[in-house]
């Protein structure tokens, strides 16, 4: 995918309808904070993530995990690559040169 494309990720996870399936996201297996990255979208009916113009930084392993409180399942990583430019803005401070 490029940079500024959207894609959904669905997790197709169910359980007995007596029971509450809790349902997590990872990303490069860390629990995604969905209100400190608000261009990733997980919708809670279909259990789907959404990343929402996507930039070279969502390039990682997506996983789907969960658990009714009995049992506890995690799907298969679904790598997303995500290719665009980087692009370096560099200031001029004025002091005619610059250190890296």
Known sequence: MNVGDEVVL?????????????????????????QRSSHLLFDVENKSLTIRSAAVVDTAEYTCHAGNGLDEVQSAPATVTVRGTVLLSLLDTGSGSAAF
């Open 10 to 34: 669905q997790c197709a996870a169910e359980t007995d309808p007596y029971e509450t399936l809790t349902v997590e996201w990872r990303r490069d297996g860390i629990a995604i904070d969905f």
